[in-house]
C-alpha cells in the first residue's frame, strides 16, 4: 500500500497525517513558507515541488508521477487546491473519489461520510481511493528527510490579476454575539427566521462550510481555517459540531446549542443545550425576547 498525503496551501494537516500513517508520503507543492512549517511531519518522506506558485498548473504532472510511484492512496486537506490536486491524482489511478468523508482507517482502508444531517455510513475500499478530509494542527515530531521533485506545469495556467471579492458575510472577529447556522436549515429563505432572532439579540450570523461552499449561502464560514469566534455569546442552531467547525468557537465565553439530535457532538461543547426542532425553537425564542 503507497499512500501520498499532497499539501499546497495550509500546513494545518495534523489530524489528517494522523489518519494517514506513519508509512504516508507527503507532497508539498507550495512556497518554501510552507515547506518549512511541514518539514517535521512524522511521515515516511517528503517530497518537495518547487517553483508551484500555480499548484493547479501541476495537476497532470503530480498525477504522472504518482501513478509512476505506485500510489493506491491519496488524501488531501479539504481545500480548494487540495481538492483539484487530489482528485486529478484519483482520476488518473482510476480509483474512487470520496469528497465528503469524516474520517479514513487507513490500514482498514475504510471511509466515513455524512450522507444525511443525522445518518453516517462506513464504505469498504478495495482499490485505488482519493479523498479530502477536515483537518487541524500543523504536525511536528518528525524527521523525514526532505527531496525536492522537479515537474513541469503542462495545464498553460497564467495568473491574471488578484482582487478583493465583495462579502456578504459578517465579520465575526471582534461579534459580541454570534449566531451560527449549519445544515439544519432547510431554505436560504429561512435565513430570514435567523436574521431576525438576530438583530432582537444585537448579534452577527455566520455558518458552517457546507452552507457556505456547500450552497453557496454565505462566502465564509465559521470553523479552524474560515472565521475564528471569541464571543461572549456564541448560538450554534441547526449545528452537528464537527471538529472544524467548534475547534473556531471553542474560546466563546457560552456556547447554546439547538439541535433536534440529542448525540449531535455540539452539545458535548455547549454551556446550554435545547434538544429540539429549530423551527418550533428559535420562534419560541423570538416571542419570548419581544415578550
Given amino acids: 500500500m503507497s499512500t501520498w498525503v499532497i499539501a499546497s ?29 511541514l518539514r517535521n511531519a512524522p511521515v515516511a518522506k517528503i517530497l518537495y ?26 488524501l488531501a486537506a479539504d481545500l480548494p487546491t487540495e481538492r483539484t490536486l487530489a482528485a486529478a491524482a484519483t482520476a488518473k489511478l482510476g480509483g474512487v473519489w470520496i469528497s465528503s468523508a469524516l474520517t479514513w482507517d487507513n490500514a482498514r482502508r475504510q471511509a466515513t461520510q455524512l450522507v444525511a444531517a443525522r445518518a453516517e455510513e462506513t464504505l469498504a475500499i478495495s482499490g485505488p481511493v ?5 483537518s487541524v494542527g500543523i504536525p511536528d515530531g518528525g524527521q ?16 491574471q490579476k488578484e482582487s478583493a471579492r465583495p462579502s456578504n458575510s459578517e465579520n465575526l472577529a471582534d461579534a459580541a454575539r454570534v449566531i451560527g447556522v ?13 436574521t431576525t432572532l438576530a438583530t432582537a439579540l444585537d448579534a452577527k ?25 471569541h464571543a ?23 456556547i447554546v446549542a439547538i439541535n433536534d439530535d440529542p448525540q449531535a457532538p455540539i452539545f458535548a461543547e455547549a454551556d446550554y443545550g ?18
Fill in 232 to 254: 461572549d455569546l456564541y448560538m450554534a442552531i441547526g449545528i452537528s459540531g464537527q471538529i472544524h467547525h467548534t475547534g473556531g468557537v471553542q474560546n466563546s465565553a457560552v
Fill in 144 to 159: 523525514a528527510e526532505v527531496s525536492e521533485l522537479v515537474l513541469t506545469p503542462r495545464a498553460g495556467i497564467t495568473l
Fill in 205 to 229: 450570523v455566520g455558518a458552517t462550510r457546507p452552507l457556505a461552499e456547500g450552497y453557496g449561502w454565505f462566502d465564509s464560514y465559521i470553523g479552524l481555517t474560515g472565521q475564528t469566534v
Fill in 49 to 74: 515541488v518547487p517553483g508551484a506558485e500555480i499548484p493547479e498548473s501541476y495537476a497532470a504532472a503530480i498525477s504522472d508521477y504518482l501513478e509512476e510511484a505506485g500510489a493506491d492512496t491519496v
Fill in 9 to 37: 496551501s495550509s500546513p494545518e494537516i495534523s489530524t489528517l497525517l494522523a489518519q494517514a500513517g506513519a508509512e504516508a508520503n507527503l507532497l508539498v507543492v507550495g512556497n518554501a513558507e510552507l515547506l518549512d512549517s
Fill in 274 to 291: 435545547i434538544v429540539g426542532d429549530l423551527y418550533e425553537v428559535v420562534p419560541a425564542l423570538q416571542a419570548a425576547l419581544e415578550a
Fill in 182 to 194: 449549519g445544515r439544519g436549515i432547510s431554505e436560504k429563505a429561512d435565513l430570514e427566521m435567523i
Fill in 130 to 134: 482519493g479523498l479530502v478530509l477536515e
